[in-house]
């Protein structure tokens, strides 16, 4: 069987230029350790995403927590497409994400998606420092979480996020889920998204 | 006059629980070091930008970058908001970001703009280890940018990054921003923005 440092270090990103360790051994597995996450390291996650910058310092960021052997853990399951839900069990812990639409004086806040995303961004920093590891997914039915945790009308919910400290034993997945956590990671070129000057037309977009 | 490493002293998050010392030094500088951004520094930002985790792996983020004396960098300055123009013209390098809106069967995708949120994020912490600001600006005009840029339909521009290396001097900036430059940093308690199993009504929701 791969040990579990195998797995980490199997995924370490093939990056073009050198970057800073935490951001090129994050990755996103499906498997975690079967330990609670310690109540000092949720702290320490929340901190990192309430010292990130936003527009106007709004701060639109929201987190709905839940451990194994919860209700509300059961719920956030329960909202997960069929293929996340498969996985996603084997999480000590579960996450919603969410943010405030509005600006303080009820005006449209455009960049509270990507403020969300920022923050969620430093999260995942902090938590790469601490062996733990987020699992971002999109698969989800907004609609209905919105509804069963009664989510204000001004917020909106973005992702789920499985969190558990790296290390989870392979065996728990699928083979095919055990493949894809062992497959290289791929990325595009950064002269497909990095333009100096002016705006180059890529092949992405010939599509 | 305060030395360039007083200043990033002074503006260390205050926090509740002890983080990763780059994200807890990060801050949104409005002075930046006279000197240009290596090349091979720019190509490490993007590349920290390029191993961010998105939805579907679709890569939306997108970037566009002018150094100054360059007619590029007039034109992204000329896009800004009055308050930002007068202290952007600081820094060495200026960024505009934008996101595809589309995944790859040509769907809307929701998550763009998060997913752009999390690359700059990351983008920030590559930075922040080499010692080099990013200051985000929602304040501009995206309609006069995509048209001067002929940015392409899908495409939508978030924001502008002004960006240096820390140790700017304060003088450049007027009595005003001279004093935000060193004013405390202030954020809403996690009491405020992370729910443990179901939302909380906060204060904020009741203004």
Request: glycine share 4%; aromatic share 12%.
């Amino acid at each position: 069987m791969t040990s579990p440092e195998q797995i980490q270090l199997e995924n370490i990103a093939e990056s073009d230029y050198e970057i800073f360790a935490l951001l090129k051994q994050r990755y996103s597995p499906r498997t975690f350790k079967d330990v609670r996450i310690k109540k000092q390291h949720l702290n320490q996650l929340f901190e990192a995403a309430r010292w990130s910058p936003s527009s106007n310092n709004i701060q639109p960021w929201r987190f709905i927590y839940a451990e194994k052997n919860s209700e509300a853990y059961e719920k956030i399951i329960s909202c997960l497409s069929d293929f996340n839900k498969e996985w996603a069990v084997n999480a000590p812990l579960l996450m919603l994400t969410a943010y405030h639409e509005k600006t303080n004086d009820h005006q449209d806040n455009f960049h509270a998606l990507h403020d969300l995303g920022f923050a969620v961004g430093n999260m995942t920093t902090q938590a790469q420092y601490m062996g733990i590891a987020l699992h971002q997914m999109a698969g989800l039915d907004w609609k209905k979480i919105e509804k069963i945790f009664n989510i204000p009308e001004d917020y909106h919910i973005s992702t789920a996020i499985a969190l558990g400290y790296y290390g989870g034993e392979l065996n728990k997945l699928s083979p095919e889920l055990q493949k894809a956590e062992l497959q290289e990671r791929q990325r595009i070129d950064q002269s497909q998204f990095a333009f100096m000057d002016e705006w180059k037309a890529i092949k992405h977009d010939e599509d």
